[in-house]
């Protein structure tokens, strides 16, 4: 098995590798610029010195320097025992003779001059350089030293970003699969080229996916156990309401009111159920069906209860509507988002049900008259048990939970806000995709 490639060493090889190099180019750069640089001005020097070495010497015998800038030249200045000059190799630049020997720093001319002073037996000898030629030669060598680290700061951006892209390009793989992971997705994250310092990390990662499978696996099973165990006396209550018969008054109407509550439970069992279902991670194989079709029979199965609240149920639907896709699980959607509407929508209301097609896309909208959504509940009213207002109205609050887990499996668009046309109420919007589009 490969050995796992270390952040830290890996890191620090490319940066002791960069330095090293840099290091490198960065001394040669600067010998090869201060040697030339040194060996330019002492040329000039040495020619200085043979033109001074004595009386009878001209500068035409001599061959050209390889440095012609004035500002190189020596001033040498010699006295005899009387004290009168002699010999000077600048004209323009009187050296003043100083009585003691050794280095000295004058201002001459209004530049400033490094002399050395020197006195014998027969002469004495001055010789002179402008302090201006020493401050450029150091100049020069730290240009020489810092050009080439400055050339080299942006190589090191690219070669520590190319270390370190090399590094953690699989932390890039591994973001960029969790961002697109499913939450049911049980299988654990590669440790395939994890550098060795984020291994731990990213295997208490998986060891958080399992303990979370487990968690939900558990909620499911109870879930759709309650459902299930809740589903039986729940029928036989039905079955004995519906065999009762009273011709008392009082007792007809507590009875309707326990029909309509056994009624309520056993809806709310039903969705239970569905929910439990729709979280199972296999999805279905979808086929061809009519979307228009089977919209106008969602309404068509609510118009007796938008009758019994009185309640002005329209369709208007462009029907053949082809979509891919689980045709029971859109029918539960369409019914959820009409009887939606029709539970939130007081008596005298209207509920208008459509279906148009626009390019690619079927967009099928519920527009209500209802009390509308509470300010911040766009928010919440995707979560189950959840209910916006009022609550009076009779519902479960997993209606619209159920409509937004359908709708992300078939990666249907499912919007639900107030109107606004200036009309109150609510509008439902799924946008579906054209089969074959």
């Known amino acids: 098995m490969r050995a796992r490639r270390s952040l830290r060493k890996t890191t620090f090889v490319w940066v002791a590798v960069l330095l090293a190099v840099a290091g490198s180019i960065a001394a040669s750069v ?31 015998a001599a061959p050209t320097a390889a440095d012609q800038d004035p500002e190189d030249r020596v001033a040498v200045s010699i006295w005899d025992a009387n004290g009168r000059l002699v010999h000077q190799s600048l004209p323009g630049v009187a050296l003043p003779l100083l009585p003691s020997v050794g280095f ?19 002469r004495s000898v001055e010789v002179a350089q402008r302090v201006t030629v020493r401050n450029e030669i150091a100049g020069n060598a730290a240009m020489g030293v810092a050009l080439p680290v400055l050339l080299l700061i942006p190589l090191s951006w690219l070669v520590v970003g190319f270390a370190l892209h090399r590094t953690l390009w699989r932390l890039d793989v591994l973001a960029d699969e969790l961002a697109t992971r499913s939450v049911m997705a049980t299988e654990p994250l590669p440790l395939t080229d994890v550098p060795a310092e984020l291994t731990p990390l990213v295997a208490g990662m998986n060891s958080l996916i399992v303990r979370l499978h487990e968690a939900l696996a558990a909620q499911k099973r109870f879930l759709a156990d309650a459902a299930h165990t809740l589903r039986t006396p729940i029928a036989a209550l039905q079955i004995e309401i519906g ?5 008392v008054p009082p007792a007809r109407t507590r009875l309707q ?15 239970l159920l569905r929910l439990a279902r729709l979280d199972e991670p296999q999805f279905p194989r979808g086929t061809l069906f009519d979307a228009g079709a089977l919209l106008l029979g969602c309404v068509a199965d609510q118009a007796a209860f938008a009758a019994r609240k009185g309640i002005d149920l ?12 689980v045709e029971d699980e859109a029918r539960a959607l369409f019914t959820n988002l009409i009887e939606n509407a029709l539970t939130y929508t007081p008596e005298g209301g209207k509920v208008d049900v459509s279906l148009r097609r626009d390019g690619d896309w079927f967009s099928a909208e519920i527009l209500d008259t209802g009390a509308g959504l509470p300010p911040g509940a766009e928010t919440h009213i995707f979560e189950r ?19 937004r887990r359908i709708a992300d499996r078939h990666s249907f668009g499912l919007d639900v806000r107030n109107r606004a046309d200036g009309i109150r109420g609510v509008l439902a919007r799924v946008t579906m995709p054209v089969a074959g589009a």
């Open 385 to 403: 048990f959840y209910r916006a207002a009022p609550e009076a109205a009779d519902g479960t609050g997993l209606g619209l939970a159920i409509a």
């Open 243 to 247: 065999n009762l018969t009273p011709d």
């Open 314 to 325: 329209g369709a208007d639907v462009s029907s053949p509507a082809l979509i891919l896709g």
């Open 104 to 122: 000295a720093v004058l201002r001459i001319n209004g530049e400033a001059w490094r002399v050395y002073s020197l006195h014998g037996a027969g």
């Open 30 to 60: 600067a010998y090869l610029y201060s040697k030339s640089e040194t060996a330019d001005f002492l040329d000039g020097q040495l020619r200085q010195i043979a033109l001074n070495a004595g009386p009878g010497l001209s500068t035409a």
């Open 257 to 271: 009111a326990l029909a309509a509550g056994a009624r309520r439970a056993a809806g709310l069992v039903d969705q």
